[in-house]
C-alpha cells in the first residue's frame, strides 16, 4: 500500500525572524523597597524583605537594557513609597501624551503627583485623569489598539478615559484571579509593532494566560489574536506573562521555562532576570518598566 503523497510531506513551520526595536524606558530604583502593607495576594508583610537586594537584582535589569541598546530614564524614588518601582503604573504615554493614574489605593497615592511632575518636566503632553487608573499595568498597546485590565483596579470608566485621551479603540478585558490583579500580569506584548490580527499562525503578537479572565474576554482574546501563546498556568504563577519585549529580546522570569520555550519557537529570544525580590511586592519585570512612547 502506498502513502498518499501529502502525508509523507514533513509540515515545517518556520518561525518568522524578528526585529528588536529600540525603546525609551522609565524606571525607578527600589531603594526604599519593603512590603508595609498588603494590597495585592502576594504581599505578606509579616515576610522578610531585602532591600539592596532588590536593587542588586533591578540593577540587571536595568543594566540588561542599556546593553540591548535601550534608553532608560530614571524617577527619584519617594521615601515612603515602597512600590514607587513599579513604574508601569505610573502612567501610560503613547506619542509624547502622558496619561496620569489615580491609584486605588491610598498608599500608592502619593506616587501619582511626582509621576505627572516628571512627564512635566520632560515635555511630556501630561492628562490628569478623572477615573481610577494604574497606568501600564492595566494599558497594554498592540498595534493602534489599547488593551485595557479591570476587575481588581482600573474602573471600566478609565477604559473610556484612556480611550478619549488617545483616541483610539480600546478593548476591556476582566481579570478575574486575584493573584492576577494588573493586565501586565496576564499578558504579556510581544511584538507591539504589527497591527492586530496580522501576520501568519506563527506570529504570536501576544501571549496571555486564559484562566486570568472570565469566560466573555476570552473569546475576545481568541477571537482577536488567534496567534496569541497561551501560557501554562505553571509560567503564570512565577509572573511569566510580566514580561518585556523590543520585538525579538524577551525579558521574562527565569522560573518560567515552559513560556522560554514557546517564545524561541516562534522566533523570539527569551532573556532571563531574577526579580525574586520584587515579586514579594507582586510585581515583576513589566511592572518595574514603562515604555515611553515619543512624538
Ligand atoms: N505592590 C504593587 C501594587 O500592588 C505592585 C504593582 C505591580 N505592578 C504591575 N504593573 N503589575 O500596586
Redesign the pocket.
Known sequence: MTTPATSTVPVTTEAPVRTAHRRRYLMCKPEHFTVSYT??PW?EPANPTNTAKAVAQWQELYDLYQKLGHEVELIEPLPGFP?MV?T??GGFVIGGRAYVPRFR?EQ?GGEAPAFADWFRSHGFDTVEPREVN?G??DFLLVGDVILAGTGFRSTGDSHREVGEVFGREVVSLNLVDPRFY?L??AIAVLDPVEGVAQGGPEHATIAYLPHAFDEPSRRILHERFPDAILASEADGEVFGM?AASDGYNVIISPRATGFAQQLRERGYNPIGVDLSELLL???GI??CTLELRGA
Open positions: 494590597i495585592n504581599m512600590d513599579y508601569a503604573n489605593f500608592r494604574e501600564e499595568g494588573h501586565d500580569t510580566n511586592g507582586g510585581g513589566k511592572c
